[in-house]
């Protein structure tokens, strides 16, 4: 029966061991997950910015340019 009981005992703190790791583990990969933030360059910031509205542009003008198909093929199908 001490054997058994041993074993158990044994078991237990193996478990307790493991789960102490998984939560060291768990707990680093938090605390390097937030600090990985870092402060952005003020021209980088400007670039997006800039590279947004540029965007915006060539979408309109696509956009515009497809309107501008489906409507002609809308006026030749009515001819």
Known sequence: MQIIE???AS???VKGWANAKVAT???LATAGATSA???IPEGVTTA????S???LTVAGVV???????FAF???RKGL
């Open 25 to 27: 583990v768990v707990g």
């Open 63 to 69: 956009l515009a340019a497809i309107v501008a198909v």
């Open 6 to 8: 041993r074993a158990r």
């Open 37 to 39: 933030h870092a402060a």
């Open 73 to 75: 093929k809308f006026i």
């Open 48 to 51: 997006l910015a800039s590279l």
């Open 53 to 55: 509205s540029d965007a």
């Open 11 to 13: 078991a237990n703190t």
